[in-house]
């Protein structure tokens, strides 16, 4: 039965706009490319120190199981040259499973809705665009109000006009 996935994509280094294009190309490798938020240009978070980020959100039907959406999406990584050497810092790509249908997963390969979804704009500002109505199956929120309730020290977002 098809599931519907919602994944957050970043890329600070390199072309960034051409590394989130090429990311959406594979991802409808592993199902169907439903809906693709605008991009966002936005600053670091945790790792302050390193280029802003161009950030979407995309929308993916598929038949895959939890485990092979994130193997899958660690093999995107790979093969556009993500290097896991700074947690948190730069890098050409990273692609996080926000949500998938209602499942909640909790185990320390995957977490799913992912746990800090509810506190990040870079996030929710693109979820909201394409999905408003989204409901967090934990908080039972839609992704609108929960952008709606962050503070205004949450994080620059810049919409761009660039898809």
């Known amino acids: ?7 957050s994509l970043g ?12 990311c959406i190309r594979r991802l409808g490798e592993m199902g169907e490319v439903r809906r693709v938020s605008s991009f966002y240009e936005t600053e670091p978070m945790e790792v302050r120190e390193q280029p ?10 598929t038949l895959l199981s939890p485990q092979e959406l994130l193997a899958g999406i660690r093999n995107i990584e790979a093969q556009l040259g993500r290097e896991r050497l700074v947690e948190k810092g730069p890098r050409t790509i990273d692609i996080d499973i926000l949500l998938l249908d209602d499942v909640v997963i909790d ?4 977490k799913i809705p992912h746990p800090a979804m509810q506190e990040r704009r870079f996030v929710l500002a693109p979820l909201a665009e394409i ?4 409901l967090h199956p934990r908080l039972g929120r839609s992704a609108a109000a929960l952008l709606a ?9 810049r919409r761009l006009r660039i898809k």
């Open 1 to 7: 039965m098809p599931q519907f996935a919602y994944l």
């Open 11 to 22: 890329s600070n280094l390199g072309n960034r706009t051409k590394s989130l294009r090429e």
């Open 52 to 61: 802003w980020f161009l950030n979407c959100v995309v929308e993916l039907e």
């Open 107 to 110: 185990t320390p390969d995957i």
């Open 131 to 134: 999905a408003p109505e989204i």
């Open 149 to 157: 309730d962050l503070p205004a020290g949450a994080g620059q977002v």
